[in-house]
């Protein structure tokens, strides 16, 4: 089974602020991989607790799931890389750092996050650095700390994916 990423939505706090701050329908990017050894679905993501896997099944319960993608490019690489970050901590501050990209974005300006922190990822920070290290077409001059789930996802409807 081939490598997805997927985007989902949640009903707390935290979640409404990301959709709203974004203009979105989405506040949450992840990664879906099969995992051979434990013969099923896993979820790969960067949450509050930090980069960790959960099974699908579990993820699902919890989270209210808005498009999953198949991508026409390889995440090998970048699965690979991101396996070596797992535990890794959230970054809190560059996901209050996002405020100003995009209080940015609605003023036509390009702001680069001023709390981007080199000790932790947030979700579609993550899942942008997954799609860079991975070579993905375009990415390669994408500031992974300036990237929204809504930006993931808009990348992704111009890929041909299913």
Request: proline share 3%.
């Amino acid at each position: 089974m081939s490598d997805r990423i997927g985007f989902s939505t949640g009903t707390g706090l935290l979640s409404r602020i990301i959709r709203w701050f974004s203009r979105s329908s989405v506040s949450h990017a992840w990664l879906l991989y099969y995992d051979v050894d434990f013969n099923r679905d896993m979820v790969l993501e960067s949450t509050l607790e930090g980069v960790r896997i959960i099974p699908f099944e579990v993820f699902q319960k919890h989270n209210k799931i808005i498009r999953v993608f198949t991508p026409t490019f390889s995440l090998k690489v970048g699965l690979a890389k991101a396996g070596e970050i797992l535990g890794e901590q959230y970054d809190f501050t560059g996901l209050v750092g996002m405020i100003w990209v995009i209080l940015g974005r609605w003023l036509k300006k390009k702001w680069h996050n001023p709390w981007d922190s080199t000790k932790g990822l947030f979700c579609s920070e993550f899942v942008a650095s997954v799609l860079k290290w991975s070579a993905a077409p375009g990415t390669e001059f994408w500031d992974a700390s300036a990237t929204t789930p809504e930006n993931l996802l808009e990348y992704m409807l111009t890929r041909q994916t299913t």
